[in-house]
C-alpha cells in the first residue's frame, strides 16, 4: 500500500507522538519502485546501510572470485523479509550483474572467433593437422579487416562496461545511502 504524502506526514506526525519508541514502524512503507520511480521512500538507516553495502559487495569481485555474486546473495537472504527497500535494492544489484556477465559472454563470444578467423586464414587446414611446427611465415590481414575490426570493437565495448560498471556501482550506494531509488541502466530483470 502506497500512501499519499499528506497522509503520509500526517500519520507519522501522529505515531512519532503517540509512539516515539516504535520509530521503525513508522519508517517502513511499501513501495513498489517500478510503477513511480520519482517516489522516495522513508526508509530506517539500518535498512540504507544495509542496501548501500549491498550494492558495494559487487566490488569484492577484484578481491574474491565471484564476491559479487555471494555477497549480495547473503545479504539478500538475510534481510529480504525484513525489509522491501533491501530486497529491491539486492534484485537490482544482482540483476545488473547477471546482465553485465551475459553481455560480457556475447562479446568474448564474438571476438575470439574474429580474432582466430583473421590470423589462421594465412594457415592451410592440412598444416594445422599434419605439421607440428608450423610457423606463420607471411601474415597477411589485409583481407580480414572487418574481422579484426569486429573483435577490437567487442573488446573495447567489454573494457568500457567494465570501466562505467566501477562507476554505477559507486553511483547506486551513494543513492541508496541517502534512500534514493536506483536503476541500474541496460539491466534484464532475471530476479523479479
Known amino acids: 500500500m502506497v500512501l499519499c504524502d499528506t497522509r503520509y506526514c500526517l500519520l507519522t506526525i501522529y505515531l512519532h507522538k503517540r ?46 572470485p565471484f564476491g559479487n555474486y555471494l555477497f549480495p546473495i547473503i545479504l539478500w537472504n538475510l534481510k529480504k523479509d525484513k525489509a522491501a ?5 539486492a534484485k537490482q ?19 575470439i572467433p574474429c580474432f582466430f578467423a583473421s590470423i ?3 594457415i592451410s587446414f592440412n598444416t594445422l593437422i599434419t605439421d607440428n611446427d608450423f ?15 569486429t573483435g577490437i570493437i567487442a573488446l573495447l565495448i567489454i573494457v ?3 570501466i562505467t560498471e566501477f562507476f554505477f556501482i559507486i553511483y547506486a550506494a551513494v543513492k541508496t545511502s ?7 541502466p541496460l539491466t534484464i530483470n532475471f530476479i523479479k
Not at 514502524?25 to 517500478?34: D, G, P
Request: charged content about 5%; glycine content about 4%; proline content about 1%.
Open 19 to 64: 509512539l516515539p519508541h516504535a520509530s521503525n514502524l513508522v519508517n517502513q512503507v511499501e513501495f513498489q519502485s517500478s510503477i513511480n520511480q520519482n517516489q522516495v521512500f522513508m526508509v530506517t538507516q539500518s535498512e540504507k546501510n544495509t542496501a548501500t553495502f549491498i550494492h558495494l559487495s559487487l566490488l569484492t569481485k577484484y578481491f574474491i
Open 85 to 89: 527497500y533491501i530486497d529491491q535494492n
Open 93 to 111: 544489484a544482482l540483476n545488473y550483474q547477471l546482465s553485465l556477465l551475459l553481455y560480457v559472454v556475447i562479446l568474448i563470444i564474438v571476438a
Open 120 to 122: 589462421l586464414q594465412n
Open 135 to 149: 610457423s606463420i611465415t607471411n601474415l597477411n590481414l589485409g583481407g580480414n579487416t572487418g574481422f579484426l575490426i
Open 160 to 162: 568500457v562496461i567494465k
Open 178 to 184: 541517502n534512500a534514493e531509488n536506483f536503476n541500474y
